[in-house]
T-cell receptor
């Protein structure tokens, strides 16, 4: 059973360039999350989707960041233009939200290590 | 707002027991999670508490006191492979999917 898949695993780009990160959630999961992790700020939630609809994007740093989920099996996080302070590890996670409650633990992908020079 | 505190780093000896504490102040509470993250890897789910008390899962146990805003993760019979960061996360009451993560506790297990 494949877990959350992210690509690329590593990305090095120059300031000003567009960066697109990709995520395939676990099949059957209906919630998808984008996180950013740095030493200074820890793990921060950027945005999450439920049934492909963005529910909360309050963590998106600024207009340079955008995320889409065109279908249940694919999501992208785009940074345009990129800046050195965007350097971080970006994780995608998915979970299954069920009626009646539950633990809703989130399963994380391997992450994309982004370096902007 | 949300405020989650954990010690930054701890060191323990192989075979010993270690307790990692987490205190939280949140505007709503609906569950507390512990995740393990090895260096350069993704966080992986360890445990979940929503009611007061102790949840045991093999060598790992997690405790919750909602009235005190306090949780701990207990690791027994420490192994070298337990060297990792341990993240405490609280789930909000208004949105079951929104987790607030602490900055993590880096555990060093020495021989």
């Amino acid at each position: 059973d494949a877990g959350v898949i992210q690509s690329p695993r590593h990305e090095v780009t120059e300031m000003g360039q567009e960066v697109t990160l990709r995520c395939k959630p676990i099949s059957g999961h209906n919630s998808l999350f984008w996180y950013r992790q740095t030493m200074m700020r820890g793990l921060e939630l950027l945005i999450y989707f439920n049934n492909n609809v963005p529910i909360d994007d309050s963590g998106m740093p600024e207009d340079r960041f955008s995320a889409k989920m065109p279908n249940a099996s694919f999501s992208t996080l785009k940074i345009q233009p990129s800046e050195p302070r965007d350097s971080a590890v970006y994780f995608c996670a998915s979970s299954l939200e069920m009626r009646g409650g539950g633990s809703y633990e989130q399963y994380f992908g391997p992450g994309t290590r982004l370096t902007v020079t | 707002g949300q405020n989650i505190d954990q010690p930054t780093e701890m060191t323990a000896t192989e075979g010993a027991i270690v307790q990692i504490n987490c205190t939280y102040q949140t505007s709503g509470f609906n569950g507390l999670f512990w995740y393990q993250q090895h260096a350069g890897e993704a966080p992986t789910f360890l445990s979940y508490n929503v009611l007061d008390g102790l949840e045991e899962k093999g060598r790992f146990s997690s405790f919750l006191s909602r009235s005190k805003g306090y949780s701990y993760l207990l690791l027994k019979e420490l192994q070298m492979k337990d060297s990792a960061s341990y993240l405490c996360a609280v789930r909000g009451i208004y949105n079951f999917n929104k987790f607030y993560f602490g900055s993590g506790t880096k555990l060093n297990v020495k021989p």
